[in-house]
Each structure stands twice: as structure tokens, then as C-alpha cells.
């Protein structure tokens, strides 16, 4: 295990640059002013003037322009390597049908992408919803789950998990039909209950999930007195992943699940390691990942813990990242090799780095970030890291934006920065495409209504 204390590192400094009313794409390297960072889930904004403004009266197809990199010549070759290009623009692809889209993904054998909505207003339980990629506005309802949707994996055939909260657990519905065929309530497992007495604790707050060695397996953060207005009120209890068979016709076997503890508080983002069984003496190894976010503390106390766990031994590898909090989307990046993750941290500032989940050791070397909330997630495609920054909703000047990095060290260097409208949550890289989730206001006299978009960044040329 290799202990990296990520406060005490020296990563490159990212600044801002100003721009016009309309939303606007910048580039940045290392050769950039230092900034001041005061991350996470309360940060001020880096800079004096945040992001600049959105014009809420503009046509989607206008908002946003583009700009080249404000601190590098793009039009010379630099003697260091390949020139930065100037950042993607990020432009208005679709209404997401719902105002805080929880999670989406993408299907390859039906080319389709899938969402899933959280509950709102007169509407009680989450919506799973796909489109066939590239048709707009066509959003057709799959199924529906209860209470708020986190995240949502495909499992065999037609069948998806969504996990959620309120109630805390998961729902597995067929793509084909809209029925629930599984349903899991994790609140309403007794505390007499062999599962309860291994965790001594609630367990709830899912987040993550993966489906391994014929198991699905669920993040569960097991909280108290969680107030999303006061994060720091939440007590933390000892983290769990909940596993248990799937019979691979939308249903499980409850009566045989299984509590794996963490090595860290609030495991959140999981990820396959092996897809299929790794041969080995004595037997065969199944793998996956899950990171422990640590607590919302403006100095944590505990350490953010990166687990490696093999399925069929349940033995773990822990990689501790040092006093930070972690991204807190439940979805973990995998480099294009598949030998490190990407993680994004959200304090005592932001930032991403690049870790080897086999050693421990660091892959990529963090990258210090200016953001107008926290960084929310990364997601990766070919040699690009993708990290976003949330914003803070209501305050045009702190929108989100998307940050992209080159981890090839012999390609071009520094990160770009596209900006979006609102509130930055999940995305998805498709075909050379960043199909990014954003809350944005349903229009500039509604006050607090808002209503969730869709952005597509292109990454052609970038590679």
C-alpha cells in the first residue's frame, strides 16, 4: 500500500479568464497566473468574477462560443511537444426530461443512451428513460423506480439496477416490458438481522454498483441525521458494499447477501476491474473497485481509501489517498490501458490525479483546478481525462464547466476548459462526444424552477 498525502502535493494551478455575456470555452496551461482554490461543497468561487454569465434569452445554438488558449501561443509548435488546441465548445443537444437527471450511460448494442431522473413535485418515484443516440428530444420512458435514483448499471438481456434512496436500496426493471422484477429495501432489513449485526449500523445512502462473479454488489455510505442543507451534521458510520446473487432473470437472492466492510468512510464510485475471472494459482480471482469519499469536513480527519476486492475471496488491497474528500459520483473512471483510475477530489481543494489501482502508486500526477463548486466526477476517453466542476445553481457568474487534461505525457499538455450553463452533473463519453447532464433555470423570471439539459462537447482532434 503507498500512502499519497494529495494536500501536501504541488500540482500545476489552473486560472480563469474573463469573457462576454455569452458562454464561452478557454484553455489553460501550466504557464497560467496561480490562483487561489477554496474547493468543495461550500467553495467560493477562485475567481473574481467566475464564469462569465449566461444570456437566458439567447438561442440554444448560440450560447456558447469558443475561445482559444488565452496563455499559450496555438499558433506556434512549442519546443516542449505538441501544441495545447483551444477547448471544445459545449453546445445544446437535448431537454433531459426532468430537472436533476441522476445518472446516464450509454448502450452500445442499441445505440442508445439512458437516463435516469430523479422524483420531483407530483411525480414520486424516479424515471429510467433512453433515446437512440443523435435524435433529439425523443426520450422514451423505460421504467420506473422508487424514490430518487443515484446510479444505474446494465445487468443481462434487457435488465437494469438503479439504485436510490428514499427508499434505500435498488430496483431492477426490464428494458422490455417497464416492470420491476427486483426490488431491494436495505432500510427495512431488522437490526436482528445477520447483515445489520455485521455492519452494526443504518445501511443506507447507496450509491455505486457493479455486477461480478454472478453477484450484484452495492456502495452503501450507512448515515445518520443526513442533512443535505448542513453536510456537516452527517454522522458517518463504518462503509459497506452489499452483495448478493443475481439470478440473471431480473431477480436476486436476498436471503444470501453479504456485507463487505470498507476500509474508508462514504464509499461512493465503484468499478469493474475483471470482467471475467483472472486465472491464478489455486484457484481464480474477480475484481472490482470501490472509493471511499471520506466525510464533507473542510480538513478530513480520516482518509479517502481507494478498496480493491476480489469477489470470490472477499480479500481487499487498500490504497489510502491521504486526508482529502473524494469525488462523490458513484461512477469510477478506468484509464484506456486499465491499470489506474481516475479521481477527482473535491478538498481541501480540487483536483484529479491518476492512481494505479494494482500498487498504489501515482499514474498520473495531480492537476490543480479552479472551480465554481466542486469537482463532481471524471470520466475518461482514450488518452482524455474528463473532470467535471458542479457550479452552483442560481448564480450565473459560478456555472459548471468541464475540464479536459491529455494523460498522455508525449502528448499536448495543460487543461482545457469548456464552460456550461448551470449546474454540471452526470456525463458520458460516446464516440468522441461528452454528453454532459446540466440544471439550468426554467427562465430568467421563474426564481427556483429549474429544468435539466443536455450538452455535447466534441473531442475530435484532441487525441
Request: aromatic residues 8%.
Amino acid at each position: 500500500m503507498r500512502l499519497m498525502d494529495l494536500a501536501a502535493l504541488s500540482p500545476f494551478v489552473l486560472a480563469s479568464c474573463g469573457g462576454d455575456a455569452f458562454m464561452e470555452a478557454s484553455s489553460i496551461n501550466d504557464s497560467g497566473a496561480d490562483v487561489a482554490s477554496d474547493a468543495g461543497m461550500d467553495a467560493e468561487a477562485a475567481t473574481s468574477d467566475g464564469w462569465p454569465t449566461l444570456d437566458s434569452n439567447a438561442d440554444h445554438d448560440a450560447v456558447i462560443d469558443g475561445d482559444a488558449n488565452p496563455f499559450a501561443d496555438a499558433g506556434d509548435a512549442s519546443e516542449s511537444g505538441p501544441v495545447t488546441p483551444p477547448a471544445p465548445v459545449a453546445q445544446f443537444y437535448s431537454d433531459a426530461a426532468c430537472p436533476f437527471p441522476a445518472s446516464i450511460s450509454y448502450d452500445a448494442p442499441t445505440n442508445t443512451l439512458l437516463m435516469a431522473c430523479g422524483a420531483n413535485g407530483s411525480q414520486p418515484n424516479g424515471l429510467f428513460r433512453s433515446q437512440p443516440l443523435g435524435q433529439g428530444n425523443t426520450w422514451t420512458l423505460v421504467g420506473q423506480a422508487k424514490g430518487y435514483p443515484s446510479y444505474h448499471i446494465a445487468l443481462n438481456d434487457s435488465y437494469y439496477l438503479i439504485t436510490h434512496s428514499a427508499p434505500h436500496g435498488f430496483s431492477i426493471i426490464d428494458g422490455k416490458t417497464g416492470i420491476t422484477t427486483g426490488s431491494v429495501d436495505f432500510s427495512a432489513i431488522s437490526p436482528l438481522d445477520p447483515l445489520y449485526a455485521q455492519i452494526k449500523s443504518n445501511i443506507n445512502s447507496p450509491a455505486g454498483a457493479v455486477l461480478v462473479g454472478g453477484q450484484i454488489c452495492v456502495a452503501t455510505s450507512n448515515l445518520d441525521q443526513i442533512d443535505p442543507n448542513d453536510p456537516s451534521s452527517t454522522t458517518f458510520h463504518q462503509g459497506s458494499v452489499i452483495c448478493m446473487p443475481y439470478n440473471y432473470d431480473g431477480t436476486v437472492s436476498v436471503a444470501y447477501a453479504t456485507a463487505l466492510l470498507t476500509s474508508g468512510l462514504n464509499p461512493t464510485a465503484m468499478a469493474l476491474i475483471d470482467s471475467d475471472p483472472v486465472s491464478v494459482e489455486g484457484g481464480s480471482i474477480q475484481r472490482f473497485a470501490v472509493l471511499s469519499s471520506n466525510s464533507y469536513a473542510n480538513d478530513p480527519a480520516d482518509d479517502a481509501k481507494l478498496d480493491v476486492i476480489d469477489i470470490n475471496s472477499g480479500s481487499m488491497n487498500s490504497i489510502t489517498l491521504g486526508k482529502v474528500t473524494a469525488q462523490t459520483t458513484p461512477a469510477l473512471a478506468m484509464t484506456e490501458d486499465g491499470a489506474s483510475f481516475i479521481v477527482g477530489v473535491q478538498k481541501p481543494s480540487s483536483q484529479f490525479l491518476g492512481v494505479n489501482w494494482s500498487d498504489g502508486n501515482i499514474s498520473y500526477p495531480p492537476v490543480q483546478l479552479v472551480t465554481n463548486g466542486y469537482v463532481y466526477g471524471a470520466s475518461v476517453f482514450g488518452k482524455l481525462a474528463l473532470v467535471t466542476d458542479s457550479g452552483v445553481f442560481g448564480d450565473p457568474s459560478r456555472n459548471g464547466a468541464l475540464f479536459i487534461s491529455n494523460v498522455d505525457p508525449a502528448g499536448w499538455q495543460g487543461t482545457l476548459v469548456t464552460k456550461m450553463p448551470g449546474l454540471v452533473g452526470a456525463g458520458v463519453a460516446v464516440n468522441g462526444k461528452y454528453y454532459a447532464t446540466v440544471t439550468v433555470p426554467e427562465n430568467s423570471d421563474a426564481g427556483n424552477d429549474k429544468k435539466g439539459e443536455i450538452y455535447v462537447t466534441d473531442l475530435g482532434g484532441l487525441q
